[in-house]
């Protein structure tokens, strides 16, 4: 069983930069896996913000992808979430999530981590 | 802008059925879009219940069951237990990126 726990500053200034960070643990996740982040806004629904590939490819979502990069740091199981210039509008509850290849769903969630925009 | 739609808000009986649907404001939904479907209760993750259109994760009850119709991925819930009271999302792939429907509040009274 895959475990992942998301980390980082709950609060971030506007304009800022929010940076979190996801551990993956318990079994090993093969290399063909891809990791999301997906965000909740408080009493909203879910929005996918992108992936990145075992090998580092990376797909986003068109109306943030000039200020999403997502990352992975292999030798410690770690993926990376970085969202420059945030606004109120970027508060949410942030998710990490496996995705298994060849569309085969998203089966291991985290349990979010909420960060809120605000000076 | 790609729009994914769902029903807002349903309500069905303790044991009896329920259809939820997803759309694509792009046109009809095909097994191309590899529908997925979650379960969210409140305070909760997300939990996925289905992928690729019908397949079910070995944690997924019998009585959920996905599949295509008239142009809509479909999500339909057979014999409504209390404990299915949640919100339903359905995931979309758009070739390159995935969007999320907005989410059915089922209600089970």
């Known amino acids: 069983q895959v475990q992942l726990q998301e980390s980082g500053p709950g609060l971030v200034e506007p304009s800022g930069t929010l940076s979190l960070t996801c551990g993956v643990s318990?079994?090993?996740?093969?290399?063909?896996?891809?990791w999301s982040w997906v965000r909740q806004p408080p009493g909203k629904g879910l929005e996918w913000i992108g992936e990145?590939?075992?090998?580092?490819?990376?797909k986003y979502k068109p109306s943030l992808k000039n200020r999403v990069t997502i990352s992975m740091d292999k030798s410690i199981n770690h993926i990376f979430l970085t969202l420059t210039s945030v606004t109120a509008a970027d508060t949410a509850v942030y998710f990490c999530?496996?995705?298994?290849?060849?569309?085969?769903?998203?089966?291991?969630w985290g349990r979010g981590s909420l960060v809120t925009v605000s000076s | 802008q790609t729009v994914v739609t769902q029903e807002p808000s349903l309500t069905v009986s303790p044991g009896g059925t329920v259809t939820l649907t997803c759309g694509s404001s792009?046109?009809?939904?095909?097994?191309?879009?590899?529908p997925n479907w979650f379960q969210q209760k409140p305070g909760q993750a997300p939990r996925a219940l289905i992928h690729?259109?019908?397949i079910r994760f070995a944690w997924t009850p019998a009585r959920f069951s996905g599949s295509l119709l008239g142009g809509k991925a479909v999500l339909t819930l057979s014999g409504v237990q209390p404990e299915d009271e949640a919100e339903y999302y359905c995931?979309?792939?758009?070739?390159?990126?995935?969007?999320f429907g907005g989410g059915t509040r089922l209600t089970v009274l």
């Open positions: 999530v496996r995705v298994l290849p060849s569309f085969q769903g998203f089966p291991n």
């Open positions: 318990g079994d090993s996740p093969s290399t063909r896996d891809w």
């Open positions: 990145v590939s075992y090998g580092g490819v990376t």
């Open positions: 792009t046109g009809a939904v095909t097994s191309g879009f590899h």
């Open positions: 690729h259109v019908g």
């Open positions: 995931l979309l792939f758009y070739g390159d990126f995935w969007i």
